[in-house]
Structure formats: C-alpha cells, structure tokens
C-alpha cells in the first residue's frame, strides 16, 4: 500500500474568509485533520461544512500523537496538519512530525496561507528586503535581556511574537538596550480589534505600560541597528587626495585628526598612493 500525503495546512489568522480555495478541498478530503485545539478548529470546519474528524496534536502530547499520525500515513491515509492560527510549525507544533515524516518517505505538501510573521512585517513599514524571525524569547527577564542584548547590532528587521501580559516589560527592555529604534506593534491581526501601533521602541513601551491589560495575540517587528561602512586606510586616503594640493604631512594630520587614524600610519599610506601617482610635492618640509 502506498503511503499517505501529509498536508501543512495555513489556516485564518482570525477572520475565517482569509483561506484558500485549495485549503478547503483538502481539509475535506483528508482522512482526518490534526490541530491543536478543537474548539478553535472546528469554527474553521463548520463555517465550511467540513465534516472530517479532528485528532489533537499540541506540544504536551506531540510525540504520542505523531505515531498516531505516522501509523495512519504508513497505512495511506492523509493527513493534514494545522495550528490554531497562521502556519504549523512556525512558533507552533509541526517541526518535528514533518521531520518525522521525512525519515519515513512520507511525501508532503504544503498549502500555503496566512502567517502572523509576514503580515506584521508587511505593515510595519520597516524594510522588507533582509529580515530574521525571533519567534518568542525566554520568559526569564535575564535570558530575555541576555537575548536582546546579543541582537542590539542585528541590522536585519527583526520580527518578535509575545504574550500580550509581557509586551510592555518586552519594549521596556528592547528601548533599554536597543534604544530610540523605530518599532511596530500588531495585535489580533484580521479580527475586529485589529490594532497597528507604529513609533520608537520608548514611545511604544510607554503606550503599552500606560494600559491596564493587553488582550490578543502580539507581534513586534523591530528596526535593525544602522549599518555603518568601515572604510580601510587605502579608500579613506584615495579620497582625500582627490582634491588635496598640500604637503603629505599636512593631509596625513588633517585625516588623522578627523579619523582618529595613527598619523604615522595615514602619512605612509599618503606618501604611497602619491608616490604610485608621481603627484609628490617637491618639499615636505
């Protein structure tokens, strides 16, 4: 018998309209769908008229239910796999029954759809072009800033998820250690209460401190650090004698002054690049 197809399945965020037409047919052709949570998938399902069993698949029972879900598709079943909202596997259970299913010859397929991560990052304003997904950082107040601190040079945009009850400390600390970086906070994206806040990490920390309660699920995206060019020694003195007329010892202090370069070190370069050029003045006195 040949082996079932194991189906990543994107699901709504929270407006149930945001799935696919594709999404739906698999959902109900399957022989059962694997999620996390019943309550919330059957919504989803019934709002479509889908009918096919639900199997529970969460991080406190993922390694007993994904032999479940192996044994089914070594007998040909299908499975699909979904999370409570967005994309399995990413900041949810699904990694390892895919990497499970891998090992087995399991041949999978991935219908893809909504993801918090690209939504909040698309929004925000900030660059697209180069970016790193954090997911979420330990609870601890010293690893997280331990964590923070070892992405303060980061120049990606970084994209961050949060429990609503720590987004306030979470900015707090990222302005502490990240300083006055422009920030974007999205919350309950695609429900009713959607919200985008945009601003600097110490303008978003004092809106979200100043609440009594934050409801909802959180995304932050966060401006990477400036990127500085380093320039050597050779580039920094070619430009300078572009449009200099005076003695090297003269350019050499001039450059070393602005620099903070050795002097000595910029008039050796000076005195090369004007020896390869024949533009030595005369008289270096």
Same mark, same amino acid.
């Given at each position: 018998?040949?082996?079932g197809?194991l ?9 149930l ?14 022989s ?5 949570d019943?309550?919330?998938?059957v919504?989803l399902?019934?709002?479509y008229e ?6 529970i698949?969460h991080d ?8 479940g879900?192996?044994?089914r598709?070594?007998?040909?079943e ?5 999370s409570?909202?967005?994309t399995?596997a ?14 087995e010859g399991?041949h999978i ?19 697209t ?13 010293e ?25 306030? $400390?979470f900015?707090?600390?990222a $302005?502490?250690i990240?300083?006055?970086?422009r ?6 994206l695609?429900?009713?209460?959607? &919200?985008?806040?945009r601003g600097t ?15 909802? &699920? ?20 070619? $430009?300078?004698?572009q449009d ?19 002097r000595k070190e ?7 690049q004007?020896s390869q050029?024949?533009?030595?003045? $005369?008289?270096?006195?």
């Amino acid at each position: 018998m040949a082996l079932g197809t194991l189906y990543i399945v994107a699901t709504p965020l929270g407006n149930l309209e945001d799935i696919t037409f594709r999404a739906l047919r698999v959902l109900k052709e399957v022989s059962v769908v694997a999620c996390e949570d019943t309550r919330r998938t059957v919504k989803l399902l019934n709002k479509y008229e889908i009918r096919t069993p639900l199997a529970i698949y969460h991080d406190y029972n993922k390694q007993r239910a994904s032999l479940g879900i192996l044994r089914r598709l070594r007998d040909g079943e299908n499975v699909a796999l979904v999370s409570d909202a967005g994309t399995p596997a990413i900041s949810d259970p699904g990694y390892e029954l895919v990497r499970d299913a891998i090992t087995e010859g399991v041949h999978i397929e991935v219908i893809p759809g909504p993801s918090a991560l690209i939504s909040a990052l698309v929004v925000s304003g900030l660059p697209t072009d180069h970016f790193t997904f954090e997911g979420f950082l330990p609870n601890r107040k010293e690893k997280r800033r331990k964590a923070l601190s070892a992405l303060a040079e980061e120049t990606r945009t970084m994209i961050f998820y949060e429990s609503p009850n720590r987004i306030a $400390a979470f900015l707090s600390e990222a $302005a502490g250690i990240m300083g006055d970086r422009r920030a974007c906070v999205v919350r309950e994206l695609t429900k009713i209460h959607e &919200e985008i806040l945009r601003g600097t990490l110490p303008e978003l920390a004092a809106q979200m401190g100043a609440r009594e309660s934050v409801l909802g &699920e959180v995304t932050l995206v966060v401006a990477g650090a400036s990127k500085t060019i380093e320039l050597s020694v050779e580039d920094i003195v070619e $430009a300078a004698l572009q449009d200099a007329s005076g003695s090297s010892r003269d350019l050499a202090r001039e450059i070393s002054e602005r620099t903070g370069l050795s002097r000595k070190e910029v008039y050796a370069e000076v005195m090369k690049q004007r020896s390869q050029k024949g533009a030595e003045p $005369a008289s270096e006195t």
